[in-house]
């Protein structure tokens, strides 16, 4: 589309550019700038073409004036989410729990804390947290939740069943997949690690949760973890389960311990089981 005529200056500064070319492409840039003004509070809606991508002024190594389409933020995190879900067999939220906000999630006395803890999460990125209780009390819809609430806002999360992410790496043992994928979980912006603690534990099974864990605690990125069992409960799956079996095994549970105790909140979700409500 040819550039219509522009009577006034771009507003930025284009120091790449010689003078005459900046005087040249005057009105191509201040075209560029009031397209850019479209993406100013964005809310998802998209108005540029292509959608996604906004032009930016990019000078030429000897002064002449280049454009180039840049993906913006919420692009660059939906091509990143599409990413992540390729690679990732388990990188996705499970069916049942698309498209399901806060409104959908009964709150009751009893997991009050947990729905505050939810809110919070969904509006900051500095801590995590670890949601705990007995099964049907909707852990993992919640952790589903806040996960959707957060790639809405164009943040990239790997949803994540631990026993499926386990296979999924054993899965790409050969394939030259593995580094990647262990890197992926290690450096997703939010990772939800569901049902921790349903994995059979053994030495191999450690050393990968500490991997990912101890990573994670290490940057500083909010983890969201699920589980059927508080501290304790893990404690006695990861430390006493393998103790024994090889010298400094249980080491390393109380390492993984540590470190989910220092970078997450620790919630209990309680309640009845939503599933068998109405069974009779």
Request: glycine share 10%; proline share 3%.
């Amino acid at each position: 589309m040819k550039p219509s005529r522009s009577n006034r200056n771009c507003r930025g500064t284009y120091e790449g550019l010689s003078p005459q070319e900046l005087q040249d492409h005057m009105a191509e840039i201040v075209n560029i700038e009031d397209r850019r003004e479209l993406c100013r509070d964005c809310t998802g809606d998209c108005r540029q073409n292509p959608k996604g991508y906004f032009e930016e002024v990019s000078p030429t190594s000897t002064g002449r004036f280049h454009s180039v389409l840049v993906p913006c933020e919420r692009e660059t995190a939906r091509l990143e989410q599409a990413r992540l879900n390729r690679l990732l067999q388990s990188g996705g939220i499970p069916k049942a729990y698309r498209g399901k906000t806060l409104g959908d999630y009964i709150t009751s006395e009893a997991n009050r804390k947990a729905v505050d803890v939810a809110k919070w999460l969904v509006e900051y990125q500095d801590k995590g947290a670890l949601f705990y209780g007995a099964t049907g009390t909707g852990k993992t819809l919640l952790a589903a939740i806040v996960a959707q609430e957060k790639m809405r806002r164009g943040i990239p999360v790997v949803f994540a069943s631990v026993p499926d992410l386990l296979m999924d790496i054993r899965d790409s043992f050969g394939t030259g997949r593995t580094a990647e994928i262990l890197r992926s979980v290690q450096r997703a912006s939010c990772l939800v690690l569901d049902d921790l603690g349903a994995e059979r534990m053994s030495e191999w099974v450690s050393e990968q949760v500490f991997a990912i864990i101890n990573y994670r605690s290490n940057h500083e990125m909010q983890t969201i973890i699920t589980s059927n069992y508080g501290m304790a409960g893990l404690a006695e799956r990861m430390v006493a389960a393998i103790k024994g079996k090889k010298s400094g095994d249980s080491v390393q549970g109380k390492r993984i311990l540590s470190r989910i105790c220092g970078m997450c909140y620790i919630v209990e979700v309680g309640g009845k089981d939503f599933r068998m409500q109405g069974a009779g």
